[in-house]
């Protein structure tokens, strides 16, 4: 869809123009986690209302309007309030102060990434959760700088090149449901010294990379990228699968990295690094009026600090390839309404797994879809093999063959394996009074050998591998990366 002439893109200045769109979600969120994490390590008058002074200020409360999701009531009178923080990224702040614009718009800009933030009540834990640009969504009827947006079908991240941070979160309540307590709004002109003031972060390459345009030149694993390195490795396109779900994967290890260096006792602890750091931040940021008073942000960041990084997730809107265009996607709605469920009724997600059974002291960890068994009768019982074979296929085992077994005289149920020791635990755990033994020449298939003694098939708890798309922020930062 052309958008009309009061598109916000079109009035951008040719200084900003000339940028392309910037895939800048590992900015976006490590510079606010990263804000919020250290800004509680601010001391003096004269810093503090230095730092505040930074802050951009912009209110949308009118252009939001009173058609809003319901916020779900604290449990307890004192109890935190759950949080959502929008963040956003812009390439542009153009009119700084007080005519930073209206309606909740601001002139010239676009952006490229857009995270939903979730801050449970108890403030244990922290979710991101990224929208890719190109995921086609209904973008509601918006206010402008000139006028009325209707509302219509178009990639999510037109609304804010219509309407600004009020259309963005317009569209993400209508979507959602979620209540957007906040937002934010970071400016990537102030990235290289963001970066520079941590002291570099760390990155990490499947493969040499070598992009002439930028003067990207870095080798395979892991290397400390600041300043125009840094800018050059978010900006990085032709690299992998290329696709923007792809880029997402990589910039959010990269988030995992700026928050782990900013929470570092390097940064926490050596003053000049921290007021370099809280300057060049602030200075990148535009909030809701209640985020843009320092005092607020500095209690904010007194709940979230303690938050250990193994328990600040990120995560990608569950998606799937739009049937009517391959270049988009659209949200897996079975998916995405379990999550903003979550979100609105503040319940942990993803949510946690059972505890998986153990066995020998190691839990489960061979799933039963992924077990190819063979079922063999080894009692005296007509048709035991073919009954126990149908149990097994029920409880989500896959068989491959029934059989008889070399003896009528099985007195216990026997699991035979060769190479599939985890295959075999989870079948013995499965199987009631069965005993496992290691037999040469079954290859990667596991036996069922049904005794006299057989009691059935019971369910089993298997320690479950990590949801795809999702990490948290202690996580290794080559973990996933393409």
Same mark, same amino acid.
Request: aromatic share 6%.
């Given at each position: ?257 700026? !928050?782990?260096? &900013?929470? @570092? %006792?390097?940064? #926490?602890?050596?003053? $000049? ?5 809280? *300057? /060049? +931040? ?119 063959? !029934?059989?008889? &077994?070399? @003896? %009528?005289?099985? #007195?216990?149920?026997? $699991? ?5 020791? *985890? /295959? +075999? ?58």
């Amino acid at each position: 869809m052309t958008l009309p002439d009061s598109d916000a893109t079109a009035s951008a200045p040719a200084s900003r123009r000339r940028h392309p769109r910037w895939r800048k979600v590992a900015i976006v969120l490590g510079v606010t986690l990263s804000v919020l994490l250290v800004a509680g390590g601010v001391a003096g008058f004269l810093l503090y209302r230095h730092l505040e002074g930074n802050i951009t200020e912009l209110d949308v409360s009118e252009a939001l309007g009173t058609d809003r999701p319901t916020k779900e009531p604290r449990a307890q009178e004192d109890e935190n309030e759950p949080l959502n923080i929008l963040v956003m990224g812009s390439d542009t702040r153009q009119g700084q102060g007080v005519g930073y614009g209206s309606a909740g718009v601001i002139t010239g800009a676009r952006s490229d990434t857009t995270m939903l933030l979730h801050l449970p009540a108890d403030r244990k834990s922290a979710l991101a959760v990224s929208i890719p640009r190109d995921t086609v969504v209904d973008i509601p009827e918006c206010k402008t700088e000139t006028g009325v947006y209707p509302a219509h079908r178009e990639r999510f991240n037109a609304a804010f090149s219509i309407g600004g941070p009020a259309c963005t979160i317009k569209t993400v309540e209508s979507l959602t449901d979620v209540y957007i307590d906040h937002f934010i709004v970071v400016d990537f002109q102030g990235f290289e010294g963001i970066v520079e003031a941590l002291g570099g972060v760390d990155v990490c390459l499947p493969e040499p990379i070598v992009e002439p345009k930028s003067g990207l030149n870095l080798p395979a694993g892991v290397s400390t990228v600041s300043g125009d390195q840094a800018l050059a490795y978010v900006r990085l396109r032709a690299y992998g699968s290329g696709s923007d779900i792809s880029r997402i994967d990589r910039q959010q290890a990269f988030m995992s990295s700026v !928050v782990e260096k &900013a929470k @570092s %006792s390097g940064t #926490l602890l050596n003053p $000049v690094k921290l007021v370099r750091f809280l *300057d /060049a +931040a602030t200075k990148s940021l535009t909030t809701d009026p209640g985020l843009s008073n320092l005092n607020e942000l500095r209690q904010l960041a007194q709940q979230v600090r303690s938050i250990p990084t193994k328990d600040i997730t990120f995560m990608t809107t569950p998606w799937l390839v739009n049937p009517e265009d391959p270049n988009t996607v659209v949200w897996n709605e079975a998916k995405t309404d379990k999550l903003w469920l979550a979100l609105q009724t503040d319940d942990e997600y993803p949510p946690p797994a059972p505890e998986p059974d153990v066995i020998d002291g190691e839990p489960l960890t061979a799933l039963p879809s992924t077990i190819s068994v063979r079922v063999l009768n080894g009692s005296q019982t007509d048709g035991a093999a073919t009954e126990a074979a149908a149990e097994l296929t029920r409880a989500g085992y896959n068989v491959v063959a !029934v059989d008889t &077994a070399e @003896s %009528s005289d099985f #007195l216990s149920t026997v $699991v035979r394996y060769e190479y599939s020791t *985890d /295959a +075999a635990r989870t079948l013995t755990a499965a199987v009631s009074g069965s005993t496992r033994v290691k037999r040469a020449g079954l290859g990667t298939i596991v036996e069922v050998v049904v005794g006299a003694d057989w009691q059935g098939v019971d369910r089993v708890v298997v320690k479950k591998p990590p949801a795809s798309g999702v990490r948290t922020a202690n996580e290794n930062i080559c973990k996933t990366q393409a």
